[in-house]
């Protein structure tokens, strides 16, 4: 078993105007998937990228592409993201009121099923769709924007996930203000995999920044 924590490379703060090479370098420099926010500027106040632009990157990786999808509507796009070329579809379950037939369809793509839960939404929401469930994302930031603080009433709510999950596979990620001080904090609370943005691109050295997250450096 692998005792380091999974590092997923959040790309909406790498540097757009280069985001092939910014995907090339984070994956060589240990990050275990990429992490891609799709923001609409309707569930979230903040517009990125669509399905366009992960087609167009997909070459410049062999990690998973992990879609954090921040969007109205979505079961329209589903099939568009799994063509894409995403390994797994994030969803929010305030955007469909069908939430359980939602993860079902992203299976049906062959797409791993993550759920993403925003600070103010209780984990009681999952607890009948468990068995649809791959990912579960625990936002610890408002969902919107790259470098906010690290929001800390919600590790309790790891804790209350992990527990709640008991043996079943599902991998739990924690989105937003992940940085070197708390990520030993999270992964004590029961998460598996570190997302993170600021932490990785807005400081030199990738690879160092990524070994420091995963806590292989001090
Ligand atoms: C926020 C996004 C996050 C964001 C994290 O809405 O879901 O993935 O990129 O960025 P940092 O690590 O800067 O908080
Ligand atoms: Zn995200």
Same mark, same amino acid.
């Given at each position: #078993? ?7 490379? $959040? ?15 984070? @994956?060589?420099?240990? /990050? ?6 799709? #923001? ?7 517009? @990125?990228?669509? *399905?366009? !632009? ?6 410049? $990786? ?5 879609? %954090? ?10 099939? %568009?993201?799994?063509?894409?070329? /995403? ?9 469909? *009121? ?8 992203? &299976? ?7 759920? /993403?839960?925003? *600070? ?41 996930? %992990?527990? #709640?999950?008991?043996? &079943? *596979? ?16 999270? !992964? ?23 070994? &420091?997250?995963?806590?292989?450096? /001090?």
């Amino acid at each position: #078993m692998n005792q380091y924590p999974k590092v997923s490379s $959040s790309i909406l703060s790498a540097n757009f105007a280069f985001l092939g090479k910014e995907i090339q370098e984070v @994956t060589q420099a240990g /990050a275990d998937s990429i992490h891609i926010d799709v #923001m609409d500027g309707h569930f979230v106040p903040n517009i @990125t990228l669509g *399905p366009q !632009i992960i087609k167009a990157i997909r070459p410049y $990786s062999s990690l998973p592409f992990d879609v %954090h999808l921040m969007i109205k509507n979505v079961d329209s796009y589903i099939n %568009h993201f799994a063509e894409a070329g /995403a390994d797994s579809l994030i969803i929010h379950p305030e955007t469909e *009121p069908h939430v359980h037939r939602t993860l079902q369809a992203i &299976r049906k793509f062959g797409k791993k099923a993550g759920i /993403a839960l925003n *600070p103010a939404t209780s984990p009681q929401v999952i607890e009948y769709l468990l068995d649809e469930i791959d990912i579960i994302l625990i936002m610890t930031v408002n969902p919107g924007f790259g470098g906010q603080s690290f929001i800390y009433s919600q590790l309790e709510k790891i804790k209350s996930v %992990h527990s #709640m999950i008991g043996k &079943r *596979p599902i991998e739990i990620a924690v989105d937003g203000g992940v940085n070197f001080e708390n990520s030993s904090k999270i !992964i004590e609370a029961g998460a598996s995999t570190l997302v993170a943005g600021t932490a990785i691109f807005n400081e030199a050295g990738y690879e160092k920044n990524i070994k &420091r997250l995963k806590g292989k450096i /001090a």
